[in-house]
């Protein structure tokens, strides 16, 4: 019966027969009876990168911030300025004055938080997490206290604090959590346009590793790319503008084609001296990691090109 209600100002909303006037806020619509009408403040422990982006991606699109809370007070000043919101030097008083509490502190210290703000009255407040491999269960017996909890995962690399926010509007979160209120939250995020799905895993580490994969260990293959590159006389930056292209084609492709279809090279057309030049004139440090990823190709190209036989790249990349 409850749900999330955006308004332009002065609109009417007819709510089972009764007519509310709404300014241009967010509102919980209870499923209680009688109805109650409740403006949504979200307020945030730790002003780093995260929290700047989240809570500046909110304020743009007309969501009300209650705003920082920061061991550092200063960080709290300048998040509560970026987002035109307050500062908070008494982390009760954010808790009080908000609704839903994102904790975007580091991994390590989201525990931590958590048992900081248990001693205070958290009964119906929704408290959110923002790591990629953490679930809401770290937020252990919260449900003694009648609150709610979510991980909410942006999949983007935020890293900087004053610039991200612009991209986060096109980029995917992910929500798991309490059931109670977690359609609040997906109308929440989808009425100001963001893109969110559920996921129902307890342990998000699998789901982690494949971002911190195409995130984080690509940078270490870009990293060795332009090393080689190094060799010939071109700088990083140069480097990376000539590898761009080949970065965004092949991304392009697998989204469009699928991964099958997008595979070229070597590995793929069976060109055995050309992987053997490869292997002789890496540093040795980096033949494993060729090789296993090698194989993996080699896995792929079978099912593109059937015909083929890899017998011998399979030895000559160690076996499969």
Do not use: W
Request: glycine share 4%; net charge negative.
């Amino acid at each position: 019966m409850g749900g999330i209600v955006r308004a332009a100002p002065f609109y009417f909303v007819s709510i089972f027969n009764t007519a509310h006037i709404f300014t241009n806020e967010t509102y919980f619509i209870t499923g209680t009876l009688p109805l109650e009408v409740i403006p949504i403040k979200i307020g945030f422990i730790g002003a780093g990168k995260v929290g700047f982006s989240v809570g500046k991606l909110f304020k743009i699109n007309s969501l009300d911030l209650s705003g920082y809370y920061s061991r550092n007070f200063h960080s709290a000043e300048a998040a509560a300025e970026f987002t035109n919101s307050s500062a908070f030097y008494d982390i009760e008083a954010l808790i009080k004055c908000s609704d839903i509490i994102f904790i975007t502190v580091p991994d390590d210290e989201i525990y931590k938080t958590y048992l900081n703000i248990k001693q205070f009255d958290l009964s119906n407040k929704i408290l959110c997490h923002t790591s990629g491999s953490l679930s809401s269960q770290i937020f252990s017996d919260i449900d003694k206290m009648n609150a709610f909890s979510y991980s909410i995962h942006p999949i983007f690399p935020v890293s900087n604090k004053y610039e991200s926010y612009k991209y986060l509007k096109d980029s995917l979160f992910t929500i798991e959590g309490s059931k109670e209120r977690l359609d609040y939250i997906i109308e929440l995020f989808r009425s100001i346009n963001l893109n969110i799905i559920p996921i129902t895993s307890t342990d998000k580490s699998l789901y982690h590793l494949a971002s911190v994969t195409v995130s984080n260990l690509f940078l270490a293959l870009l990293k060795r790319s332009c090393d080689y590159l190094s060799v010939y006389g071109f700088s990083e930056k140069e480097a990376i503008s000539m590898l761009y292209p080949l970065i965004t084609s092949n991304v392009n492709s697998a989204l469009e084609n699928g991964i099958d279809n997008s595979l070229t090279g070597p590995v793929q057309r069976n060109d055995i001296e050309t992987i053997k030049h490869h292997l002789e004139h890496m540093p040795a440090e980096h033949v494993d990691t060729y090789c296993d990823l090698s194989k993996e190709l080699i896995s792929i190209a079978k099912r593109k090109n059937s015909e083929i036989d890899y017998s011998y790249m399979e030895k000559l990349l160690g076996g499969m």
